[in-house]
């Protein structure tokens, strides 16, 4: 798919764009020649970093405040041909301990930035961030977009609602939109602070603090996306009428344990150690055993295929927070 | 099933219980020797109404508060030993209208509901009413509980999230909580004054006034349930540990095409006319099509199915409205 023409001096808004993936979409959309509009609320224990836009700070405008906040929001999204609706609150945890503030972010937001959409900017073309953990705990594997949605948590529950409302938008008022279901993401730019955004991070950091780190069970199997390969499908899916009003599962290169994952980690940071322990029961309750993806529907729809290979995008990983970690803690 | 053990001398609490389906219920649990406290907001666009306790005013507790008042809530849910939980917002329409009040009664109210019995009363049983809604445009039929959820309007998707929140409480905190999908209720005591709660009440209340009532399209199928064969479900569901974590889907005894309704219900009259018109655009865009209910998995696991005949259930509506219409309107 060709995207420079789809994006060089487009207007696009990101919200979370401080954050992980959203960060990484902007470099992506500043060398294809976009106007990038930031949204972030920068609250700590989200995913937002200023030193996620280190370098670029100039080719980019940056606007705090937080998708609950109805008014600004409604202002941003004016004029934008693009919304990568990236802002979230993804803690499993966190959802369970404060459930209305997940409510607040991953509901009540969404909606009311459609609204917003629907009545300021109908021309808009939304792309929202969803996730696996809406499925719950598979019926069978690799699980498909026609698989039962089940959620084993708030942040689940919230997450099927801020999605569905998208897809209401783009099907009752043509406020075209669709969804990406993503699994583990990972990459330069993930929070590795803690395990609020993704375990992975908090092993990156013992590793490179040269602690041991700790693999929950381990006998777990998963699929990663490596960061470009996921910013690949959010500009993709924004690029095309064929995802108008879609649902898509992103997937990995491979499927592998928790376990595997740690000692390839291990392996490829050449130094290093973990020790196995088993769920804290607070976790254990809303664990959702294996998962992969299948991801062939927007394989084929869109063109979409994980590229980067695991251990590439770990070593790439690793190698950045080497470099970085300071500015991650 | 034997009901009376279940509830006499019991404390029930429920909400909305000055509507349509709970104060049918109020009726039957009085019976069944239950002490039942009665929550409502009386909210003039809902489906309270004072006269649907009228003869039994003596034998209840009535509180008149909102489920989106949390202090209220919090307060009522303790010492009670079951929670019918029936306040919503039930208009599709409104819930595109006004999708902030949809989304606080439907999804925030019933989090906010479920923390206060964590925190409270985790002993409660909670039989939450949920909605075919959330199917949206079924792919297959009759539409078992394995369909996926695919809301078509504001209102589904909320109520979605709102189902699942009972369904999570129950599996990771163990406040016993289950879901009945209902399919069109009808009977004595539903609104009448409009088509919020059931078109077939609109219906009811243009044929009692000898006017012609409006018939949109006509070919759809639909199953109706009358109002005390879903009371029996409630009741089984509160009073059966099989019904927890469960979601169960009603139905009726027949299908019927909404144009077969209206002459059925215009010769049980004896007199009286109907005009079929298209839908009108807002209203089409979030049909769902044809829809009847597979019912076969509460009828397995609690024995429960239709026993009213549509045309007797009719009789009975109707005898009920040409009574009492004015204290409807």
Not at 196 to 214: I, S
Not at 239 to 265: H, P, Q, R
Request: glycine share 8%.
């Amino acid at each position: 798919m060709e995207l420079s023409g789809a994006f060089a001096n487009r207007r696009v808004l990101i919200t979370g764009a401080l954050g992980f993936i959203g960060s990484n979409l902007t470099r992506r959309l500043i060398d294809l020649g976009a106007r990038v509009l930031l949204v972030d609320s920068l609250i700590p224990e989200y995913g937002g970093n200023l030193f996620n836009i280190e370098g670029i700070e100039d080719r980019v405008l940056v606007n705090i405040s937080d998708v609950r906040d109805a008014h600004s929001m409604r202002y941003l999204v004016q004029g934008q041909d693009y919304l990568f609706n990236l802002a979230g609150q993804t803690s499993h945890m966190d959802s369970m301990s404060d459930p209305d503030a997940d409510l607040e972010i991953n509901c009540r937001a969404q909606l009311s930035i459609l609204e917003a959409c629907r009545k300021y900017n109908s021309s808009i073309k939304v792309v929202f961030a969803s996730t696996r953990q809406l499925y719950g705990k598979p019926d069978y594997l690799p699980v498909d977009e026609k698989h039962l949605s089940r959620p084993v948590d708030v942040n689940g529950i919230n997450k099927m609602a801020g999605e569905w409302y998208h897809i209401l938008y783009n099907n009752v008022y043509g406020i075209r939109a669709c969804s990406l279901r993503l699994t583990n993401t990972y990459g330069p730019r993930m929070r590795v602070k803690d395990a609020r955004q993704t375990f992975l991070g908090l092993w990156m950091r013992m590793l490179v603090e040269g602690k041991p780190f700790e693999v929950w069970e381990g006998h777990q199997l998963r699929d990663f996306t490596y960061v470009d390969d996921a910013v690949d499908a959010f500009l993709m899916a924004a690029a095309s009428e064929a995802a108008n009003g879609e649902i898509f599962n992103l997937g990995g290169d491979c499927v592998i344990s928790l376990n595997e994952l740690a000692k390839l980690l291990v392996e490829i940071n050449g130094d290093g150690e973990f020790v196995t322990r088993s769920y804290p029961a607070d976790r254990k309750r809303i664990d959702i055993g294996d998962y992969y993806a299948d991801f062939s529907r927007i394989r084929s729809a869109l063109g979409w295929k994980p590229v980067v290979p695991l251990r590439e995008g770990l070593s790439r990983t690793l190698a950045f927070y080497k470099e970085h970690l300071p500015k991650y803690l």
